[in-house]
């Protein structure tokens, strides 16, 4: 059956990955910062959680804007692309990583200066790198995802 010249083939690991890492990059900046900030002001897990996932999304479009920006493009349109590139990525990613710490024990009451903070925060976006990184190859295999971004660079 042909499917015409549209046909997209399917995304290697290494793009995968890399979209991926790309991801992982603003969903760990934003996850640490949200920590550090809840800790300084003795907010609770759930409003630190809540504002590192924010700042994980943030950060994530933040990335994918600045990169497509360079290339000249209008802001409202690299706005729609870093939307449609990063979201599910993001989501993922922070599904996996948040859910991974809920259920490690004693780790969402880890403080910045402990061990358990950082290795469960290693672990979690580890795991959620291998999770996310399918998702991505199959975006980016079917036009998806950050395959729009590369059209912009």
């Known amino acids: 059956m042909d499917h015409g010249p549209h ?13 991926t890492l790309h991801c992982l990059t603003g969903c760990a900046i934003g996850e640490v910062l949200g920590m550090v900030i809840g800790t300084a002001f003795g907010w609770g897990n759930v409003p630190t959680t809540v504002l590192a996932i924010v700042l994980a999304f943030f950060f994530g479009y933040a990335l994918t804007l600045r ?29 996996i ?7 490690w ?6 403080e ?3 061990a358990l903070f950082w290795v469960s925060l290693a672990v979690s976006l580890a795991i959620a790198f291998v999770v996310t990184t399918p998702v991505n190859k199959w975006m980016i295999g079917r036009g998806k995802g950050h395959a729009v971004v590369h059209a912009y660079h």
């Open 105 to 110: 024990p004693a780790a969402m009451d880890a």
């Open 7 to 19: 046909t997209h083939t399917g995304a290697s690991w290494q793009t995968a990955a890399q979209a």
């Open 97 to 103: 990583d948040n859910g991974v710490i809920a259920l």
């Open 112 to 114: 910045l200066a402990d």
């Open 67 to 95: 990169g497509i920006l360079r290339a000249g493009v209008a802001f409202r349109t690299v706005f729609r692309v870093a939307l449609a590139a990063d979201t599910l990525s993001i989501a993922v990613m922070e599904l």
